[in-house]
């Protein structure tokens, strides 16, 4: 009988469990989706090409061109071919990350001439494991794709020229390297109509000195297109967001991209895992929700790109669509994604130039950082955080807010005693303290009802004598015994697991605070327990390759 009451037990709890689950995405409803505008009238998509079929494809100088037919309707005959040269393959690098206390930048990375690109990124103040020599945190990295070429971070990959239809693929192209310095880098590219230049592209990275105090990571990527002709132009630009960001938990793909789009009053944000294995628009124009912010992350880090506002404006609705596309395979295995960012039909005016800006941060997920930089809290970096907490087991069970507390509790205890080990086990002992009365009165409630079913296991066997081969009368009795008892099991039951249950959203927001908490990354016990983030293992067996 006893086991039957624990499977009577177990029943009632994934009931409630599983309908809890559904009660909390009523309470707490993730944000509302965004509406896709109307297509634009010529029939292009964000990135300036079109569905049209019978395109040809031409190589002109190490730049590929894909150009749509001279006869396709509603479309300005091509007079010529448009060529860009590719220039020579370099590589610099930008900052330093020498003396991580004394180094007046944040980070170091090394920029390449193909696509105008950055190859990888390194912290200054994080490494990438335990230790005084350990290496310093490689944010990015480059990748491989399936075909073998190299996949870097920020690559321009294609320009699209609305005044011929034409759209000039820079994935493998090499730009030329202008100028370099301590913290900046421009490189240049050149469109030309057969012979006579149309269009020059600057692209220039920005890597500001920033003091380890400051709490900045920043960079900045800017775009000056300059009309060469006597014409207006419409350009489009696109390129790729960050790559090669590492998995940081060894159990799961903890590596997420985030889209945040904001009114006037609040940032909505929504999120993809980058296991998907096709591509996927994540981002269309949208007047009311205007893209704030496009961000890869993995559990401690996070990589934003922030296009600026032009000057004169309140938001940057110049950026048209960002996709999830597919881009290759890491080492476990896992098919990895990331953001392709396309810009609207920018305007160049004769012998003018056109710049946008997009505003890069590569860095910890600081929310100390995002409350108290002003730009960072202005374009809302910390709802990247925030929306990170439901990433982890049944999360999103529990309010936010909740799980805020507990870090901050967290991290107030750690200020008091200087270690986290000992902060979490007190940090646990006042949670077990706080819900005491409720774990015990689950507990009364549970004895008691075992203590009722032990008094009817005499009157049970005689039941089972009288009417063991009658199911139907064997019930009904029972049911009879029950009322004459004063029993009912599943009230008993459900008393039981109803404190058991209100105990969940408190113990889920403890446990996401210890998994999300960067400030915990690298933070040692005492012994062999050197980061409290890690898994616990007393003897490490093996080592992931």
């Given amino acids: 009988m006893e086991s039957k009451d624990v499977i009577r037990a177990l029943l009632w709890a994934a009931v409630v469990f599983f309908g809890w689950q559904i009660i909390a995405v009523q309470i707490w409803p993730p944000p509302p989706a965004q509406d896709a505008p109307a297509p634009l009238a010529d029939g292009t998509d964000a990135d300036g090409s079109t569905e049209d079929a019978g395109g040809s494809t031409e190589n002109g100088g190490g730049g590929v061109v894909t150009r749509t037919p001279d006869s396709a309707p509603g479309r300005a005959n091509s007079s010529g071919d448009i060529l860009v040269s590719s220039g020579a393959i370099e590589t610099v690098t930008l900052g330093n990350v020498a003396d991580a206390d004394e180094s007046l930048y944040r980070m170091d990375m090394v920029l390449s001439t193909v696509g105008a690109s950055v190859v990888n990124a390194r912290l200054s103040d994080f490494t990438d494991s335990v230790g005084d020599d350990a290496p310093r945190y490689p944010v990015l990295t480059e990748m491989t794709s399936p075909g073998g070429s190299p996949l870097h971070s920020f690559a321009t990959e294609r320009i699209y020229l609305r005044n011929w239809e034409m759209t000039v693929d820079l994935r493998n192209v090499a730009w030329d390297l202008e100028s370099s310095g301590a913290g900046s880098a421009v490189f240049s590219l050149t469109v030309n109509h057969v012979d006579t230049p149309v269009l020059k592209v600057l692209k220039t990275f920005h890597l500001p000195e920033q ?293 969940m959203p408190i113990w889920i927001a403890l446990f996401t605070s210890l998994n999300f908490n960067i400030d915990m990354r690298h933070q040692p016990f005492f012994l062999w327990i050197t980061d409290l983030t890690a898994p616990d293992a007393l003897i490490p067996f093996s080592q992931p390759h």
Wanted: net charge positive.
């Fill in 211 to 503: 003091p380890s105090g400051s709490m900045r990571h920043d960079l900045t990527i800017t775009y000056a297109l300059e009309n060469l002709t006597d014409e207006r132009q419409l350009v489009t630009v696109t390129h790729s967001g960050p790559v090669g960001l590492p998995q940081e938990d060894l159990r799961f793909n903890d590596r997420t991209i985030f889209v945040g789009a904001a009114d006037a009053e609040t940032t909505s944000v929504e999120q993809y895992p980058m296991r998907k294995a096709s591509e996927q628009q994540i981002y269309l124009r949208n007047a009311e929700y205007p893209l704030s912010w496009t961000a890869t992350a993995n559990k401690y880090f996070v990589v934003f790109e922030s296009p600026r506002a032009v000057d004169g404006q309140t938001t940057a609705g110049w950026v048209k669509e960002v996709k999830s596309v597919p881009v290759g395979i890491d080492a476990a295995g896992t098919e990895i994604t990331a953001t392709r960012t396309a810009t609207d039909l920018l305007v160049v005016e004769p012998h003018e130039t056109t710049r946008r800006v997009l505003d890069a941060y590569i860095g910890p997920k600081s929310r100390k950082a995002f409350q108290t930089v002003g730009d960072y809290q202005q374009r809302g970096y910390d709802e990247q955080v925030v929306a990170s907490y439901s990433m982890g087991a049944c999360a999103f069970m529990t309010p936010k807010a909740l799980t805020r507390f507990m870090i901050w509790m967290l991290n107030f205890l750690k200020s008091v005693v200087h270690n986290y080990g000992i902060a979490i086990i007190i940090l646990v002992l006042i949670v077990r303290t706080i819900l005491h009365p409720v774990t015990k009165k689950g507990q009364v409630n549970m004895m008691r009802m075992q203590q009722q079913m032990g008094k009817l296991n005499p009157k049970m066997a005689e039941l089972k004598k009288k009417y063991g081969n009658d199911k139907q009368k064997m019930n009904t009795e029972t049911m009879k015994l029950y009322q004459e008892e004063g029993i009912n099991p599943a009230t008993g039951m459900l008393s039981s697991c109803v404190p058991m249950f209100l105990q």
